[in-house]
C-alpha cells in the first residue's frame, strides 16, 4: 500500500500540472471505488480551479476556488497518469485543464477512495476526525511520544502504526525508523524512556525524508506520477530483507503478526 512518503511524492508530481489550473473535464468513469464516488463530483470540480495540493497522512487533497477538496486516497495499488497516450480499463477518474493536459486515477485493486468535501468540513472528515499529529511536524517530538503512551502496554510497532497517535505511517517506515532507533518493535510503548522516545521521533523524520527524496519505495503497483518507480526500497535497512545480514552481522528476522510483517534486528534492537 503506498504510504506518506509516496502520497507526498504522489501530491508533489501532481503540482505543477493542476495547481492554479482550471479543470475543463471532470468525468467518473464508474461509480464506484472501495465507496462510492460522490454522485455530484463532476458538476462541483468541473471548471473549478485548483488553488492548492496537499497531503494529510495518507491522503492526498485537491483544494479548488470553489471551496471543495476533493481527497484521494491510492488504497492498494492507486496511482496517478499523467497525459496518457490512450485510457485504459481501470483508468477510473479523468481529469483534463484548460491547457489541454489530462491526469487519469488508476486503481486496479479499486481499495483507493474520492470524496469531495468543503473546506471548512475537512477536519471533521472521518478519517481525520480523530487522527494524531503528522510525523513531520514540530508536534511530533519524543515529549509527544512519551505523553502519549503513559502507562499504555501496547508494543511500540503497534501504537505508532495507530493513526490515532500519530498520522500516516505504515509498515515498512515503522520498521525502518524502530531499526535506526535501536527499539525492540513487540517492546511495550509505556516502558520506553522520553531519551529513546526522542531518538525514535528523529529517526521517524529522517527515514520519511529520506524516502521523499528517494520518490517512495515501489512496491508491486505503486508508480510516481510521472511513470517512474522510487528507489528507497534500495536504501531499506530490514524490511523485505529476512535472513540477510543486518549491517551488525546478525540476520534480519521477519516475525508475522495478525497478517503483517515485522522485519527487525534482534541484536541491535533491544
Same mark, same amino acid.
Not at 12 to 24: I, M, Q, Y
Not at 155 to 161: F, H
Given at each position: 500500500?503506498?504510504?506518506?512518503?509516496?502520497?507526498?511524492?504522489?501530491?508533489?508530481?501532481?503540482?505543477?500540472?493542476?495547481?492554479?489550473?482550471?479543470?475543463?473535464?471532470?468525468?467518473?468513469?464508474?461509480?464506484?471505488?472501495?465507496?462510492?464516488?460522490?454522485?455530484?463530483?463532476?458538476?462541483?470540480?468541473?471548471?473549478?480551479?485548483?488553488?492548492?495540493?496537499?497531503?494529510?497522512?495518507?491522503?492526498?487533497?485537491?483544494?479548488?476556488?470553489?471551496?471543495?477538496?476533493?481527497?484521494?486516497?491510492?488504497?492498494?495499488?492507486?496511482?496517478?497518469?499523467?497525459?496518457?497516450?490512450?485510457?485504459?480499463?481501470?483508468?477510473?477518474?479523468?481529469?483534463?485543464?484548460?491547457?489541454?493536459?489530462?491526469? *487519469? /486515477?488508476? $486503481?486496479? =485493486?479499486?481499495?483507493?477512495? +474520492?470524496?469531495?468535501?468543503? @473546506?471548512?468540513?475537512?477536519?471533521?472528515?472521518?478519517?481525520?476526525?480523530?487522527?494524531?499529529?503528522?510525523?513531520?511536524?514540530?508536534?511530533?517530538?519524543?515529549?509527544?511520544?512519551?505523553?502519549?503512551?503513559?502507562?499504555?502496554?501496547?508494543?511500540?510497532?503497534? *501504537? /505508532?502504526? $495507530?493513526? =490515532?497517535?500519530?498520522?500516516? +505511517?505504515?509498515?515498512?517506515? @515503522?520498521?525502518?525508523?524502530?531499526?535506526?532507533?535501536?527499539?525492540?518493535?513487540?517492546?511495550?510503548?509505556?516502558?520506553?524512556?522520553?531519551?529513546?522516545?526522542?531518538?525514535?521521533?528523529?529517526?521517524?523524520?529522517?527515514?520519511?525524508?529520506?524516502?521523499?527524496?528517494?520518490?517512495?519505495?515501489?512496491?508491486?503497483?505503486?508508480?510516481?506520477?510521472?511513470?517512474?518507480?522510487?528507489?528507497?526500497?534500495?536504501?531499506?535497512?530490514?524490511?523485505?530483507?529476512?535472513?540477510?545480514?543486518?549491517?551488525?552481522?546478525?540476520?534480519?528476522?521477519?516475525?508475522?503478526?495478525?497478517?503483517?510483517?515485522?522485519?527487525?534486528?534482534?541484536?541491535?534492537?533491544?
Amino acid at each position: 500500500m503506498p504510504e506518506l512518503p509516496e502520497v507526498e511524492t504522489t501530491v508533489a508530481g501532481l503540482r505543477p500540472v493542476l495547481e492554479g489550473k482550471k479543470l475543463t473535464v471532470v468525468e467518473p468513469r464508474r461509480p464506484d471505488l472501495r465507496r462510492p464516488i460522490p454522485t455530484d463530483l463532476r458538476q462541483r470540480m468541473t471548471g473549478a480551479r485548483v488553488t492548492q495540493l496537499t497531503r494529510r497522512a495518507k491522503y492526498g487533497l485537491i483544494e479548488t476556488d470553489r471551496n471543495d477538496v476533493m481527497i484521494f486516497h491510492l488504497g492498494m495499488s492507486g496511482r496517478w497518469r499523467i497525459d496518457p497516450s490512450e485510457l485504459e480499463k481501470h483508468d477510473h477518474l479523468l481529469l483534463e485543464t484548460e491547457d489541454n493536459r489530462r491526469l *487519469v /486515477l488508476n $486503481d486496479p =485493486r479499486r481499495f483507493g477512495s +474520492l470524496d469531495l468535501v468543503r @473546506v471548512q468540513d475537512l477536519d471533521d472528515f472521518p478519517a481525520f476526525a480523530k487522527m494524531g499529529p503528522e510525523p513531520l511536524s514540530d508536534d511530533f517530538n519524543g515529549t509527544y511520544l512519551k505523553a502519549v503512551t503513559k502507562d499504555r502496554k501496547a508494543p511500540i510497532k503497534q *501504537v /505508532l502504526l $495507530d493513526q =490515532r497517535t500519530v498520522a500516516g +505511517l505504515g509498515n515498512i517506515y @515503522v520498521c525502518e525508523a524502530l531499526f535506526l532507533a535501536g527499539i525492540d518493535p513487540a517492546g511495550m510503548s509505556g516502558g520506553i524512556s522520553k531519551l529513546r522516545y526522542d531518538k525514535l521521533a528523529t529517526a521517524i523524520k529522517q527515514v520519511l525524508l529520506s524516502a521523499i527524496a528517494a520518490g517512495g519505495s515501489s512496491l508491486r503497483d505503486y508508480a510516481r506520477p510521472d511513470g517512474e518507480l522510487g528507489y528507497f526500497s534500495k536504501q531499506w535497512l530490514v524490511y523485505g530483507r529476512e535472513g540477510e545480514e543486518c549491517v551488525c552481522g546478525a540476520p534480519v528476522i521477519r516475525k508475522v503478526d495478525s497478517g503483517r510483517s515485522t522485519f527487525y534486528c534482534k541484536k541491535c534492537q533491544s
